[in-house]
Each structure stands twice: as C-alpha cells, then as structure tokens.
C-alpha cells in the first residue's frame, strides 16, 4: 500500500515481533555556526524477518538513519529501541555489546582486511566477541559456503575481486546469526551481474538466518526485494509503499 506523500513522519507499526523501533526521532549535526536537520521526527518499526529499503537522493537522512539503529550514533532526540533496549540510555561498554551481539553491517566499501583471509575475515567478528576456536572457523567456512566463496576460503581478501570481496562481506555481517542486519548501498560499486547475484544473496541467507534486514539504496533493483520500501526527502519519511 502506497501512503500519500504529503507531511507523513510516521511507519506504522507491523504484526510482527520488533527487532528495532524508532521514535520521533530526530538527528542534527552543528555545522557552520548552526545546526543542520539530517532527521526530522521520524517513527520507524522493524520487525523480525522483514526487509526494509531505505530510498532517497544523497543527504535525505537514508545513513544517518542506518547509523541511528546501528548504534554507530545517538539521536538529538526521541527514542530509538533495539530488541525493547533504549540504546541512548547505554553506556558505551554496553552499546558495544548490544551492536556486537545484535546487528551485523555490510558497507559498500566492503571494510575487510586486506592481509587476512576470507575465512578469517569472515570469523573475526566472532574472535572480537571472545567465541573464536575451531567452531568459529566452522561457521565461516558454512556461511562462506553459502554464498559461493568456500573455493576461496583460505585466499586473502585483497586478492579478492569486487563482487567477490562483497560476498565474503554478507557473510562476516550473518556470522553471528545477528537479529538486524544493515546494508549501506551494498551494491554501489559492483557491476550489474555482481549486485543482482550480492543482492539475493544477502536477501536470502538474512531470511533463512531469521535476521531483520534493513539496505540503504538509490538501486530500484535492491528496493524491489524489499517487503517494505521508506522513501526520505530532506529527513523526513514521505511515503511507504
């Protein structure tokens, strides 16, 4: 259903169980002298196993957004909730842990470690959070096996072609089975055959994982798998469809 686009703030709510949940959320950044709007009261509910496109033209608040349930930053103000948790209220010991135990990320830049292997590229995140050893490697190799990378488990990242380094970033982002995962134009710098094949991939395995999955995008492609697509204009939700 299409809402209508004139002074819509709101999402409502889905019959789901909620993963994440936004609240009148707004988001400035000091700038020049003066403070700049990047999200202006913004409700948002995400629930368990949805996928979610966030649409808008650069500087529609699509990033500030993502780092938002992300915990990468704190609103100005409303609430943002993660699995019933008020992440503005947690220390940073705390926030950490619930970003590490909860949310997995795929950047368009793909953020791997060139020196590393895939494999160990993939287990890292589990390694960080103090669960490495061979079951560690196990999953890796499962997930790296999911998206067509096992063959190149053991080859380092930077050997690595575009599409190739992408895969083996959706599956560091699932490694730790993580309740929401958040993907920031994940196909922007692969050529059309490699993001529709990136982009399935990551839409599957977050269903077939039970994960949340939320892609930040200009793609009509990647906005078509979507369950939900959230249209942003100048930080505000326009429309939902």
């Known amino acids: 259903m299409t809402r209508p686009a004139s002074g819509v703030s709101r999402v409502d709510s889905i019959p789901r169980g909620s993963i994440a949940e936004l609240s009148d959320v707004t988001k400035s950044y000091p700038a020049s002298g003066e403070d700049v709007l990047a999200l202006n009261g913004v409700s948002l509910t995400i629930g368990s196993g949805e996928v979610i496109a966030l649409v808008g033209r650069s500087g529609s608040g699509k990033t500030t957004l993502l780092n938002l349930l992300g915990t990468l930053d704190r609103p100005t103000s409303g609430t943002v909730r993660i699995r019933g948790v008020e992440t503005q209220a947690l220390a940073e010991e705390a926030l950490l842990a619930l970003r590490r ?33 061979p079951d560690a490697s196990v999953r890796a190799r499962q997930l790296l096996a999911a998206v067509g990378m096992d063959a190149k488990a053991d080859r380092l990242a930077g050997q690595l072609s575009g599409g190739e380094m992408q895969r083996v ?39 077939d994982e039970g994960a949340a999955l939320v892609i930040a995008t200009h793609s009509e492609a990647a906005a078509a798998v979507a369950d939900r697509r959230v249209f942003l204009t100048d930080g505000r939700v326009t429309q939902v469809a």
Request: cysteine-free.
């Open 101 to 133: 135990e909860t949310i997995g990320f795929v950047f368009q830049f793909f953020h791997l470690f060139p020196h590393l292997s895939a494999q160990e590229n993939v287990a890292l995140p589990l390694w960080l959070a103090g669960r490495g050893g």
């Open 169 to 207: 970033a959706v599956a560091r982002a699932l490694v730790q089975s993580p309740a929401l995962v958040l993907a920031d134009e994940p196909t922007g710098n692969l050529d059309q055959a490699n993001a529709d094949t990136v982009l399935a991939l990551l839409t599957r395995l977050a269903r």
